[in-house]
């Protein structure tokens, strides 16, 4: 059975700082595409950062550059979002995602999410002012 479970979630205020995690089991992404997607409400689900296979190469939606660093483990199947100076309007659901297709195919900003297959159950970021 596939899973991506997200931890790190949590409340901050502006200015603070959190660290995600997506733990990933039943699949090895070590060749697949990895991102983390944002839901803020009010609006569609969005990728935020996006990762390649062997984690050379990033991008990001202008919204979250120069603040938000995605990372991967392959020997642990894991993913990371370190994410710094947060703001109110970060606040939202935050889901890792993955595509079973192997390579970099739609592995940048923007992407369309019906390109990833498997999802995680999602973790509460909420930042206050």
């Known amino acids: 059975q596939v899973q991506l479970v997200e931890s790190g979630g949590g409340s901050v205020q502006a200015g603070g700082s959190l660290r995600l995690s997506c733990a990933a089991s039943g699949f090895t992404y070590s060749s697949n595409c990895m991102v983390w997607f944002r839901q803020v409400p009010g609006k569609e689900r969005e990728g935020i950062a996006f990762?390649?296979?062997?984690?050379?190469?990033?991008t990001y939606a202008d919204s979250v550059k120069g603040r938000f660093i995605i990372s991967r483990d392959n020997a642990r199947n894991e993913l990371y979002l370190s994410m710094t100076n947060l703001k109110p309007e970060d606040t939202g659901i935050y889901y890792c995602?993955?595509?079973?297709?192997?390579?970099?195919?739609?592995?940048?900003?923007?992407?369309?999410?019906?390109?990833?297959?498997?999802w995680g159950q999602g973790t509460q970021v909420t930042v206050s002012s």
């Open positions: 995602a993955a595509r079973r297709q192997y390579g970099n195919g739609g592995c940048s900003y923007p992407s369309d999410r019906a390109l990833f297959d498997d």
């Open positions: 990762v390649y296979t062997f984690g050379d190469y990033t």
